[in-house]
């Protein structure tokens, strides 16, 4: 049986036609969106294990200031150093 002058089922298959297109089109939307987010975490996330180089760097030379303030204080004189430790 030939269902090719089917007009019923012509019109089904041009809708699936259309739906399939409209659901690709979403898909790739979504995709692109996907790497896009991707690459917006990858740079968030760069940016933030600097920002943690950093403040590592700024601590570390701050408590080595702290440590020679320390050491040329006379034994007796209290410093910040004293209070937090």
Known sequence: MDHSDDPLLMAI???LDRLHD???AKFDAMDARL????????E?????V????SLDCAVDELVEEAEDDDE???DESETVWHFIH
């Not at 968030?44 to 933030?48: F, H, T």
């Open 22 to 24: 409209t659901v690709e």
């Open 13 to 15: 298959l041009a809708r």
């Open 35 to 42: 790497r896009n987010l991707e690459r917006e975490s990858g």
């Open 44 to 48: 968030m996330i760069n940016l933030l």
């Open 50 to 53: 600097s920002i943690k180089a």
């Open 72 to 74: 040329d204080d006379d």
